[in-house]
């Protein structure tokens, strides 16, 4: 029973990712059948990383006072509620509301898949209730977050997730239904190419990991960065599934690079390892947040080609940052 809690907390990790790529495909495509504008798909897509930016750091400290076994339960809950909300979301304030319990629970879902995740979450609640035994409490000291984002190595590790994360925020809501009308791509094909891309993103970061020990982290991120500021814009020239498919595939290759250097580049420039996930956290959903309201607004007046040209400057720019800084 001593691998129980790493063996629920990886179910639990599993639950998260694989609902929240079975939700991506699917929101934009309901939402194009209620015939919501970009801004209010925008909406919807941000009400996750918003919640989930507002709650984490008093689940933290809930965990502390009232326990982790009783927060895990709590999360798998909600994380059920969340996937069955999401089956019968049928207007923009169900589907809003649907997704920003998805951001304290961390799931979400829609019709049949979605129900079944639902079943699992309780499960796996249930046999978190009954195996895991509550692990003695530990006091923390405390630190101050702005006072870390002062060190260039922080700083640039948090402004990779914000920007990267903000182009997940980009694609997520918009590329499914720019996807199924410009090649007439199902629901499922779509979801198919997000997987492809997070089966690369999955690969490459020990990868280029194992190189940023060798070359440094800022190289590695400096040139990751090139990377995907080449190849997001990729996605407005495909004219087949195959393009398709080897775009999507890239780009999970591509952000894979400089999110294997990001995480370890604050963990040693901030001695504190509870501040620096927290930074890091942080800037993955302020990004997260940027990305669909920003999108939104943009696609209400222009294309998506104004969305991710100038994207991919902003990467362009903090690339060069990256390799010309050095301390």
Known sequence: MKRAPLLLACAAVFLDAAGYGIVVPTVPLRATELNLPPFLLGLIFSAYPLIHLVVTLP?????????????????????????????????????????????????????????FWSLLSLLLGLAALLVLEEPPRRSRPSFSLLRFLRDPDA?????????????????????????????????????????????????????????????????????????????????????????????????????????????????????????ASALFLMAYSVGHLAGPLAGGAVLERWNLASLLYPYSLLLLVLALLSLRVRR
């Open 59 to 115: 689940l933290g400290l809930l965990c502390d006072r009232w326990g982790r076994k009783r927060v895990l339960v709590l999360g798998m809950v909600m994380l059920s509620v969340s996937s069955l909300s999401f089956s019968f979301a049928s207007s923009f304030p169900q589907l809003f509301l649907s997704r920003g319990v998805q951001g304290m629970a961390e799931l979400g879902g829609y019709p049949l898949p979605f129900r």
């Open 155 to 275: 700083l640039l590790s948090c402004s990779v997730a914000l920007l990267i994360w903000m182009g997940f925020g980009f694609l997520e809501p918009f590329a499914p239904p720019y996807l199924s009308s410009r090649l007439g791509l199902t629901q499922g094909e779509i979801g198919g190419m997000f997987g492809l891309a997070a089966l690369f993103l999955a690969v490459s970061r020990p990868l280029f990991g194992f190189l940023s020990d060798r070359f440094g982290r800022r190289r590695v991120i400096g040139w990751g960065l090139l990377a995907c500021a080449s190849s997001f814009p990729l996605v407005l020239f495909v004219d087949s599934v195959a393009e398709v498919t080897a775009v999507f595939c890239l780009m999970g290759l591509a952000i894979g690079i400089p999110l294997s250097s990001a995480l370890p580049l604050i963990t040693e420039a901030v001695p504190e390892a509870g501040a």
